[in-house]
């Protein structure tokens, strides 16, 4: 149980194109999902925490209107990296916690976005 | 200073030996405290949680030492499945129950 997946699991696109991320927890329903960012050598970043039908709350430092964070649903949070460029090329990791446990967090896979 | 700090390695042990980690984090008021394992490109994984009174999982050994605020974390009878970087993460009791990761410690085990 409380598995999480990422998709897609890599992208490579072109500056100046936006890309969408999906997260989705598969067998469990997710109040509270998480965005990291993750750089080579580097520690997992937060970068916004998204409760199911609210405002996503950005860390400090996070363009909001950069990476737009929708959490319509249980099950499904979306992250899109607007107008992307090369310095945003990094690892995307969710998480996703339920309503039950307010410190288990449940990982996706990832996803390695190049931009180019 | 950081949140949450680590050494980052890298440990190069023999299979068989025992490694031990150290962790420290700079607010006092965390409340819970964990250790995950994070393999090359991919997500980080729970390895335990770390509890007041000391905690073992197998070969796995957890301590938390809230005056000194470090936390280790002690591997026994290391296998080459066990090389990975080990990440100290801390939740920082915020009202979103924020997660902190240290950058990790890699650990290379060899034959």
């Known amino acids: 149980g409380a598995v999480v997946s990422q998709h897609p699991s890599w992208v490579i696109c072109k500056s100046g194109t936006s890309v969408k991320i999906e997260c989705r927890s598969l067998d469990f329903q997710a109040t509270t999902m998480f965005w990291y960012r993750q750089f080579p050598k580097q520690s997992l970043m937060l970068m916004a925490t998204s409760n199911e039908g609210s405002k996503a709350t950005y860390e400090q430092g996070v363009e909001k209107d950069k990476f737009l964070i929708n959490h319509a649903s249980l099950t499904l949070s979306t992250l899109t990296v607007t107008s992307a460029h090369p310095e945003d090329s990094s690892f995307y990791i969710c998480?996703?916690?339920?309503?039950?446990?307010?410190?288990?967090?449940?990982f996706g896979p990832g996803t390695r976005l190049t931009v180019t | 200073r950081k949140e949450v700090e680590q050494d980052p390695g890298p440990f190069n042990v023999p299979e068989g030996a025992t490694v031990a980690f150290n962790c420290t984090y700079s607010n006092s008021a965390s409340q819970s405290f964990f250790w995950y394992r994070q393999d090359c490109r991919k997500e980080p994984k729970l390895l335990m949680s770390?509890?007041?009174s000391g905690n073992e999982d197998g070969r796995f050994t957890a301590q938390l030492n809230r005056a000194s605020q470090y936390i280790s974390l002690l591997i026994r009878d290391s296998k080459l499945s066990d090389s990975a970087t080990y990440l100290c993460?801390?939740?920082?009791?915020?009202?979103?129950?924020?997660?902190?990761f240290g950058t990790g410690t890699r650990l290379l085990v060899s034959p």
């Open positions: 770390v509890y007041s």
């Open positions: 993460v801390v939740n920082m009791n915020t009202g979103f129950q924020k997660l902190v």
């Open positions: 998480s996703a916690r339920t309503s039950g446990s307010i410190y288990e967090q449940y």
